[in-house]
C-alpha cells in the first residue's frame, strides 16, 4: 500500500474554476510538502506545512494532522497553471522526503 | 534568487558505462538530497548527504551509486555501471538544516538515458 495516496490522478478544468486536489498519507509525519513539476521535468517547491493553513496568491493548502490528509487548492485556476501537482511527506522520523504520485491539472482556457 | 543547478540537462550513455550526474547546491546550504523519477513513476529518495558523509539512504541507492562533495560547491552522484533500468530523472536538492522548519529546494534534474 501507498504510503502518500493523491487524488484525483488527473483533472481538468475550465479557466477561471476553483480545483482541489487532495493527499492522504497513513504514516506519522512531521511536515508536508506541495510541489509543482512543469513538463519539463523541473520541480519547484509551493509550500511545506505542518499545520493549519498557508496560502500564496491563488494557492492555499490546508493540512489536517489528525485525519492524516492535506489538500490543495487553486483558486481562479489558469491555463498556466496546468502541471503536475506532488505531496510528499517527512516521516516523523528521518529528513527524506515520500513522494506522492502526482496529479496532473490541465486547465483550459 | 539562489537556486540549485544541475548539470547535464541529459545524458545519454551506453550499458555498463559510468555516468557522473552534477550539482550546485544553494551556497549556504548544509543538506544535500539526490532523488530520481523513473519515467510514469513517481519520484524516490535515494541518498542524504551531510558533512561529507551519508546520512541516510534507500534500497535503491545500493553498491553501484555513490556520493561525494568534491569541492565546496560540488555534489555529485556516481553510477558506476549503469543499467537500462537506471534510466530516469535524478533531482538534486538542498536544504539548509534538516528538520521540518527547512525547504528543500530542487535543482531542475538531468535526464538519463541508458541504450
Known amino acids: 500500500k501507498n504510503e502518500v495516496e493523491q487524488s484525483p490522478q488527473n483533472l481538468t478544468a475550465q479557466e477561471g474554476e476553483f480545483i482541489t486536489i487532495n493527499c492522504s498519507y497513513s504514516v506519522g509525519i512531521s511536515a508536508l510538502h506541495w510541489l509543482q513539476q512543469h513538463p519539463g521535468g523541473g520541480i519547484v517547491s509551493l509550500f511545506m506545512?505542518?499545520?493549519g493553513k498557508k496560502k500564496h496568491g491563488r494557492l492555499i493548502a490546508t493540512i489536517n494532522i489528525q485525519e492524516k490528509h492535506s489538500s490543495l487548492h487553486i483558486t481562479a485556476s489558469h491555463p498556466r497553471d496546468s502541471a503536475v501537482y506532488i505531496c510528499?511527506?517527512?516521516?516523523?522520523?528521518?529528513?527524506?522526503?515520500?513522494f506522492g504520485g502526482g496529479t496532473r491539472v490541465l486547465v483550459k482556457p | 534568487e539562489p537556486e540549485v543547478t544541475q548539470t547535464p540537462s541529459h545524458q545519454v550513455t551506453q550499458m555498463g558505462q559510468e555516468v557522473i550526474l552534477r550539482c550546485v547546491p544553494i551556497s549556504n546550504h548544509l543538506y544535500f538530497y539526490w532523488y530520481r523519477q523513473i519515467l510514469g513513476q513517481k519520484v524516490e529518495f535515494l541518498v542524504s548527504?551531510?558533512?561529507?558523509?551519508?546520512?541516510?539512504k534507500s534500497e535503491i541507492f545500493d553498491d553501484q551509486f555513490s556520493v561525494e562533495r568534491p569541492d565546496g560547491s560540488n555534489f555529485t552522484l556516481k553510477i558506476r555501471s549503469t543499467k537500462l533500468e537506471d534510466s530516469a530523472m535524478y533531482f538534486c536538492?538542498?536544504?539548509?538544516?534538516?528538520?521540518?522548519?527547512?525547504?528543500?529546494?530542487f535543482g531542475p534534474g538531468t535526464r538519463l538515458t541508458v541504450t
Open positions: 548527504f551531510y558533512n561529507n558523509e551519508i546520512s541516510e
Open positions: 510528499a511527506v517527512f516521516k516523523a522520523a528521518g529528513n527524506k522526503l515520500t
Open positions: 506545512l505542518s499545520s
Open positions: 536538492a538542498s536544504s539548509e538544516r534538516a528538520g521540518i522548519y527547512y525547504e528543500q529546494y
